[in-house]
């Protein structure tokens, strides 16, 4: 007996994408409790209520043609998200963006948009990320972070939907340091960290960095951690000078021999302001 093919879809095409848009935009407030799921339903609603000619796949199941990356993980707050959108007609991205803001939601914010025709996509290699650690003394965290540094590996386990996975965070620090503020602020019982993590798979997030310091200094917050990414971008060459400036202890992570050989002695991330039209946040 000859195989039934699969019936194709009737009628026509639809219409082709003739522009594709990156925007840059941040999850705050109650958002940050959003998941992904959450937040791509959001934004295809803001897309609709916006009125954008977004382009759809083609199919019995058409959908808007909106991709994601590396978003932050639930219960995170950011201010360096990315997403792409393939239109079917030619906007302006200035009014895209203040279109797009103007329709989603309190707590995703639309930060910039740009057109891939006419500026590189940003190459996200690398999060810098703040974290605030309630209930603990930077003393106790800056021993915390000295452990870590001088740790070969620092292995942590993570259940995932395919089970528990071991990964190692140590590798990808590029450097972690306490911030002047936990103590200048007289913040006492705040620390406050600052890590660069370069995207691996798997990710390494800040909540497995804060399981290995709990496995290697019973370090505990009194409340769970307030994350939040600052920045993404490539991964360069040169020490990030601004990562620094406001540090009680900088903490490069020394790399050991044969990680990344092909980058050369890459020391630490440097999330390019000069790479338009996306610019690093100011702290």
């Given at each position: ?5 699969p019936?194709r ?150 259940l ?30 705040c620390?406050?960290?600052?890590m ?42 040169d ?45």
């Amino acid at each position: 007996m000859a195989r039934q093919q699969p019936p194709r879809p009737s009628g026509p095409a639809p219409p082709p994408a003739v522009q594709r848009l990156t925007v840059k935009y941040a999850k705050r407030g109650r958002m940050r409790f959003a998941s992904h799921r959450d937040i791509a339903r959001a934004v295809e609603r803001g897309v609709r209520r916006a009125g954008l000619p977004v382009a759809h796949s083609a199919g019995f199941s058409p959908h808007p043609k909106i991709s994601y990356a590396g978003g932050a993980p639930t219960g995170a707050a950011s201010e360096a998200e990315f997403l792409e959108i393939s239109l079917t007609a030619s906007l302006d991205p200035h009014a895209v963006r203040a279109r797009l803001d103007e329709a989603l939601p309190d707590g995703i914010d639309v930060i910039e948009v740009a057109d891939l025709a006419v500026a590189q996509a940003p190459r996200l290699e690398a999060s810098e990320w703040e974290v605030m650690l309630p209930g603990v003394g930077p003393d106790d965290a800056a021993r915390a972070v000295e452990a870590f540094l001088a740790a070969p590996t620092a292995v942590v386990e993570r259940l995932t939907s395919n089970g528990v996975r071991r990964l190692d965070t140590r590798a990808g620090v590029v450097t972690l340091a306490l911030d002047r503020r936990a103590t200048t602020e007289g913040q006492l019982g705040c620390a406050i960290l600052r890590m660069v993590v370069r995207h691996l798979t798997p990710a390494v997030r800040p909540e497995d960095i804060l399981a290995a310091f709990r496995a290697m200094c019973a370090l505990e917050p009194s409340s769970p951690a307030v994350v939040t990414r600052l920045a993404q971008g490539p991964l360069g060459s040169d020490i990030a000078a601004d990562s620094h400036d406001e540090a009680a202890t900088t903490a490069e992570a020394p790399r050991p021999e044969g990680r990344d050989a092909a980058r050369g002695q890459v020391m630490a991330a440097r999330l390019d302001a000069e790479d338009a039209p996306w610019r690093r946040p100011r702290l």
